[in-house]
T-cell receptor, first 116, second 113 residues
Framework: GAVVSQHPSRVICKSGTSVKIECRSL??????MFWYRQFPKQSLMLMAT?????????EQGVEKDKFLINHASLTLSTLTVTSAHPEDSSFYIC????????????FGQGTRLTVV | KNQVEQSPQSLIILEGKNCTLQ??????????LRWYKQDTGRGPVSLTI?????NTKSNGRYTATLDADTKQSSLHITASQLSDSASYIC????????????FGGGTRLMVKP
């Protein structure tokens, strides 16, 4: 079946640095990808919708200048956490629908970000 | 506002027992409902996906039901195994929201030997 690969699975960075997380659809094209954030024992919270060839759409309260999203190709979206702070430490997950509305949504493995 | 509510929030059962997880939603217009299993520190993995016309769907020991009239769904796990310990998330999508998903809070299931 379709697979979404997310990299890295874990990253530890220092405060003030930037971290890039990649999300790839391995055997299908995804014009849209979604980025989620998940705190411990909570469900996924949508951060932004990544659109291939155009600007991402951010959810209310999500700083677009802090969480930079680039969807340069039909198989790759990246999320860059800029000037990371300890409060940015979280589990970040991407997903991509395999087709149109009602088709399966595949999730990446997630990235555990720890900012020290 | 589209919402998905799950109950219970957490559940502990003994290995080999059955359990049923509940999901109520107010997403409209309804497109489909999905159940995902999420192991700790991993991304969600799809168990079932049901459209308006489907009342039940099985995937091994997992059986999901859907009542589109009452806007309720359940996930029944039969003969639970230790590996079933995970969070189970109910996710609903609406026709006019593209592929955007509304997530329930999840049920954290722990299966004990």
């Amino acid at each position: 079946g379709a697979v979404v690969s997310q990299h890295p699975s874990r990253v530890i960075c220092k405060s003030g640095t930037s971290v890039k997380i990649e999300c790839r659809s391995l055997d299908f094209q995804a014009t849209t990808m979604f980025w989620y954030r998940q705190f411990p024992k909570q469900s996924l919270m949508l951060m932004a919708t990544s659109n291939e060839g155009s600007k991402a759409t951010y959810e209310q309260g999500v700083e677009k200048d802090k969480f930079l999203i680039n969807h340069a190709s039909l198989t790759l979206s990246t999320l860059t956490v800029t000037s990371a702070h300890p409060e940015d430490s979280s589990f970040y997950i991407c997903s991509a629908p395999s087709g149109g509305v009602g088709t399966e949504a595949f999730f990446g493995q997630g990235t555990r970000l720890t900012v020290v | 506002k589209n919402q998905v509510e799950q109950s219970p929030q957490s559940l502990i059962i003994l290995e080999g027992k059955n359990c049923t997880l509940q999901c109520n939603y107010t997403v409209s217009p309804f497109s489909n409902l999905r159940w995902y299993k999420q192991d700790t520190g991993r991304g969600p993995v799809s168990l079932t996906i049901m459209t308006f016309s489907e009342n039940t769907k099985s995937n091994g020991r997992y059986t999901a039901t859907l009542d589109a009239d009452t806007k309720q769904s359940s996930l029944h796990i039969t003969a639970s195994q230790l590996s079933d310990s995970a969070s189970y998330i109910c996710v609903v999508s609406a026709y006019n929201a593209g592929n955007m998903l509304t997530f329930g809070g999840g049920t954290r299931l722990m299966v004990k030997p």
